[in-house]
Structures are given as C-alpha cells and as structure tokens.
C-alpha cells in the first residue's frame, strides 16, 4: 500500500474527536488522580462516530495490560451506602419498621439507584458530584419510548419493559413512602425529599443498569450476620458497583478481560458496624484486557455474551448481525399454532414434555431450530409411533438434530411471525420517529427476519 492510501485509511479509521478540552471531563480526571486511581497515561476518552464516548488508547495495548485501577472506595459499592448514616436513617428511623415490612423485597439495583438520587440531590455538596456531572443525562433504551410507538415494538422487547417497568414503579413506591415517613429531617434527607421523583428515579435506575461492574466484597465485609440493617431489604445479592473511569469503556463481543480484586491482608470480614471509609484506601480493583489495541483506537471490555435483545433493553445499544440473537417462540403460542393445524398433542405428550424441560428455550437462530424446539417437535411427530423409543430419539438429537420434516412441520408458523415482524417494522418506519432506541428496536426486528428467512428457505 503506498504512503497516501495509507494515510488515507487512517484517517478513515480514526474517526473519533478526543475530549482532551471538555471542562468536566479536565475536572473528572484531576478529582480521580487526586484520589489515587491508577491508569494507563495513555488511555483518553473520546467520542467515537459508532459507540459515541469510550476510551482511547494513544498507544499500543498489550494482552496482560493493566487497564485501570482504583481504590476501594473511589467506587459507589454495599460499604458506600452501609457507611452513609443519613441516607441509612431514611430506612432505620421511619414511622414504618421498614426492615420487617420491606424484608427481601428490593433489589440491590433498585436500593442503589435509589442511593444516586440521594446523591443528586444533594448538589455540589456530595463528594461524587464531579463524577455524577460526567454521566449520561439520558439513555436509549425501549423503555422511554412513547406508547404510540411501543404499539408495533416485538413483544419480546415489550416483555422486557414490562418487567423492568414493573420493578421500577414497585421500588419507586417504596422509597416515596418511606421518605414520607421518615423521622430524620437533616439536611441531605431533606434534600432527596424535596428532589425524588419519578424520571430521576428513572434514570438513576438505568445509570445503574448501564453502568455496573460486578465485584464480589464477601471476603472483605461480613455481609451476612447483619441484623436490623438496611440489607435486610434487599432480595438478592449486592455484588454491583459502580467505579468511575471503568465504567467510560464500551463494549465489544471480541473483547476479553479480568478483574481483580486486591485486598490488604489485615482486611478480612469487616463487620458492618466497623465499617470506615479509610479502611478501603489499601482496597484495589483492577481490570487487566486480554487484547491487543492498536494506537489511537478505542480500548474495550466484554460485558458479557450478550444477545442483542439484552444489549437493547438493558443498555441501549446493538451489535449489527449478532450472532447470539434468535427468535423466541412460547410453548402456548406452539400449541396453538398445533391446534390450528389439527395436529393433536395428547395430555401424555404434554406430560413427556413437560417433565423434559422441553417447554421451554423454545426458539430458532441462525442455525435452525434450539436442541429443545427440535425435541419438542421430535416429541409431536413420533411419540405414538410404534418401534420408536422416543427417549432415545431425543437423545440421539443432541448428537444430530437434520429431519428435515420437523422443520416443515412449524415453516407456516415461522412464515406467519415473519410477516408479523416485517408489517410492524413497516409501521415503525411509517412513524417519522428516529430515536436510537427505536432504530435499535428496527434493527434487533430485521436481524428476527434474517433469521426466519433463512429458516424458511433451509
Ligand atoms: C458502561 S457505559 C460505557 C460508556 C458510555 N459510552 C458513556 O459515554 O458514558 C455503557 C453504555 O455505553 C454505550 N455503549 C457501550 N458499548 C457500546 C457499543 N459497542 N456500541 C454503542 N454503544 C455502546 C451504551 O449506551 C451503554 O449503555
């Protein structure tokens, strides 16, 4: 390639402008490095004209490199609220007795989300406000789509706005009412009485939603014999965290990395009570990337094998022609389909099924039929059939899974859902509506169609 073909497609590549003179993000970088983190001096951030912020590497990145490390307590973690009396007196000096009447019904994301908005409110007077200035003011996931769009939105897409609308409305009532009741009336209760609402809610839920990292601090606090403690709330476990500066990189399937978390011998089961904010400062947790990362190109983490419709929902963006996604199909829907063709599935059937596990994980990719859609049908066609062990057929599916006439015997059902997908694509079109979040939706819909299509024609 000669000199200037060269230069041009650098200049191709490069397509991102570097944040080098952004006021807040100066500020962000002077409050981390004042608070001991540690980074690659040549990491940057940058806008990105595909992902939009990330983080850039201004030299080349080796597999074993550390990426970031910050102390401990630079991160919004279980200690972070455990430690913080006023935002714990919202819970502990309630006219409601909270602990029993609350006992295990709020998630960790949905008390930390309640956590930021306490945090927000208080202004400049929070030791994170620098850190809060720099995240996002809002976010493209379904979620925020208006009804009149989410009229023509894949149900699967709507299931899982239901479940995250559900939890949120949920958890939201029952902050509201306990800030209500509280008895405490200091200066930072005040101040989350005075600033919860709704969308703030909303977007602290999704802050964290988009933001986490998993750090496991079992070893480090003794989170388990805890009584009359605001974790006795919580349903699940408080292993998510929020860590600033980590949570800048996006995400690529390729990208693989490691966390660790460095601890200080001498810290060992810390019981909450003596919980100090000092005892963190010799507390590290590093990411290290297993990767290459050419000069003045964008650093990643894997956040994990992700489908598109979790990428979606979750966290607002998509990866074009995932090969993870597939087209799901609920086992009363593939009983009724069953019904309309007169195909008979008798109540041993549906018991053979059932004790199987084959009800469920019911879907196509670009691959054909799951192990459990192909056993299904396996079930449907050759249960009544003399001579055949119909256990052992199933078996000998994980191994070869080719009979073609079981996928001629749901082809309508896939032709009817892709018509499906493809008028509601049509009406989003039609809509004039150009949110990210409805282009993804669009998107993750065209990539159901690719694959039933190519399903259709096998
Ligand atoms: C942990 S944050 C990463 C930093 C974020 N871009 C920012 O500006 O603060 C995760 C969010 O970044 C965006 N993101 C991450 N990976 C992406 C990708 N591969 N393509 C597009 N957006 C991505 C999504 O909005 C996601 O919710």
Redesign the pocket.
């Known amino acids: 390639m000669g000199r200037t073909k060269r230069k041009r497609r650098q200049k191709i590549s490069r397509s991102f402008c570097t944040c080098g003179a952004n006021e807040e993000l100066i500020l962000l970088n002077t409050w981390l490095k004042k608070n001991g983190v540690r980074r690659k001096k040549e990491l940057a951030l940058a806008v990105f004209s595909?992902?939009?912020?990330?983080v850039l590497t201004k030299k080349r990145i080796r597999p074993g490199d550390e990426l970031i490390s910050l102390p401990l307590n630079l991160t919004i973690n279980v200690s972070t609220i455990l430690m913080d009396r006023a935002f714990c007196s919202i819970f502990l000096e309630n006219k409601i007795p909270c602990l029993s009447t609350y006992k295990k019904t709020v998630s960790f994301q949905s008390l930390l989300a309640f956590y930021l908005t306490y945090l927000k409110a208080q202004g400049i007077k929070t030791k994170w406000h620098i850190y809060l200035k720099n995240?996002?003011q809002e976010?493209?996931v379904p979620y925020f789509l208006p009804n009149e769009i989410k009229c023509n939105v894949d149900p699967e897409i709507l299931d899982v706005i239901s479940n995250q609308k559900c939890v949120i409305e949920t958890t939201y009532n029952i902050f509201f009412q306990l800030l209500k009741t509280c008895k405490n009336s200091c200066d930072s209760v005040s101040m989350v009485q005075k600033h919860f609402c709704m969308s703030l809610y909303e977007w602290a839920y999704f802050t964290v939603n988009?933001?986490c990292v998993y750090i496991d601090l079992s070893k480090i606090i003794d989170l388990k014999n805890v009584e009359n403690n605001l974790l006795n709330i919580i349903s699940d476990n408080t292993n998510i965290s929020l860590c600033p500066y980590l949570?800048?990189?996006?995400?690529?399937p390729c990208a693989r990395n490691e966390t660790k978390l460095l601890v200080n011998k001498d810290i060992e089961n810390v019981k909450v009570k003596d919980l100090k904010d000092e005892l963190f400062l010799d507390v590290t947790f590093s990411i290290y990337t297993k990767n290459f990362f050419d000069a003045h190109s964008q650093v990643?983490i894997c956040?994990g094998d992700s489908h598109n419709l979790k990428l979606i929902t979750e966290?607002?963006?998509c990866?074009p022609k995932n090969d993870l996604d597939y087209v799901s199909f609920p086992f009363d829907i593939v009983l009724q389909y069953f019904n309309t063709r007169s195909i008979k599935v008798s109540l041993e059937q549906i018991n053979f099924i059932h004790s199987h596990g084959l009800n469920k994980d019911l879907h196509i990719d670009s691959k054909g039929l799951s192990y459990n859609f192909y056993g299904l049908l396996m079930v449907i066609k050759y249960y009544h059939e003399k001579n055949k062990d119909i256990s052992r057929l199933i078996y000998s599916a994980a191994i070869c899974s080719n009979d073609s006439k079981l996928n001629e015997l749901v082809k309508p059902m896939a032709v009817d859902k892709c018509n499906l997908i493809s008028n509601s694509v049509n009406e989003l079109k039609k809509s004039g509506c150009e949110a990210v979040e409805l282009m993804n939706c669009i998107e993750l819909m065209c990539q159901y169609i690719g694959i039933l299509e190519k399903f259709i024609k096998s």
């Open positions: 595909d992902t939009g912020r990330g995240l996002p976010y493209t988009t933001r949570d800048m990189i996006n995400h690529s990643f956040y966290y607002g963006f990866i």
